[in-house]
């Protein structure tokens, strides 16, 4: 298994730009959400998927919107970047409930200039 | 709500010495407590995971975890620090009550010396 992959690995916006941050995972794993990681603050939730067709908002969801068509593949759109969305960003996966361990992408690191 | 605390942005050891790297938390139900590690610019790794049976938890490379409920606490050990273990560790929360969804601390940064 490849696990979660994600990419790219690394990206360069200008203001304004929009984007699409690709994250795959070959788990069969219903539950699937993007974090953003900023120094000092942890992760952050910024939208989660339980299954296909069904999304939701996390804790930091403005300027991002996610689909989810299939149980592999749940990509994170940014539709007018900022400044304030340079960061890293997550892609993770889970079976189902809060137990479940949750795997992690290697991450995309996103500059916007 | 709940909320995670990670007491100490950094912490710094010798080489040989205990590891304690202190988290406190706040949930109105049952939670899952998990510990995750990251190494400079790398995905994150699971340590070790609560999720109400044992309250003493071992978790990979000589971690392990106490819950304490009274003390809503969630602290992680390791006998003895290796160079190895330098890197940024997360306590994380989790609970049912709230959709199921993960609640990160800020982070603690573990410096290990030789």
């Known amino acids: 298994n490849a696990g979660v992959t994600q990419t790219p690995k690394f990206q360069v916006l200008k203001t304004g730009q929009s984007m699409t941050l690709q994250c795959a995972q070959d788990?069969?794993?219903?539950?699937m959400s993007w974090y953003r990681q900023d120094p000092g603050m942890g992760l952050r939730l910024i939208h989660y998927s339980v299954g296909a067709g069904i999304t939701d908002q996390g804790e930091v969801p403005n300027g991002y919107n996610v689909s989810r068509s299939t149980t592999e593949d749940f990509p994170l759109r940014l539709l007018s970047a900022a400044p304030s969305q340079t960061s890293v960003y997550f892609c993770?996966?889970?079976?189902?409930?809060?137990?479940?361990?949750?795997?992690f992408g290697p991450g995309t690191r996103l500059t916007v200039l | 709500a709940q909320s995670v605390t990670q007491l100490d942005s950094h912490v710094s050891v010798s080489e040989g010495t205990p590891v304690l790297l202190r988290c406190n938390y706040s949930s109105s139900y049952s939670p899952s407590l998990f510990w995750y590690v990251q190494h400079p610019n790398k995905g994150l790794q699971l340590l070790l995971k609560?999720?109400?049976?044992?309250?003493l938890v071992k978790g990979i490379n000589g971690f392990e975890a106490e819950f304490k409920k009274s003390e809503t606490s969630f602290h992680l050990t390791k006998p003895s620090a290796h160079m190895s273990d330098a890197a940024e560790y997360f306590c994380v929360v989790s609970d049912p009550g709230y959709g199921n969804k993960l609640v990160f601390g800020a982070g603690t940064i573990l410096r290990v010396k030789s």
């Open positions: 993770a996966s889970r079976r189902g409930v809060s137990t479940d361990t949750q795997y």
């Open positions: 609560y999720t109400s049976a044992a309250t």
């Open positions: 788990m069969n794993h219903e539950y």
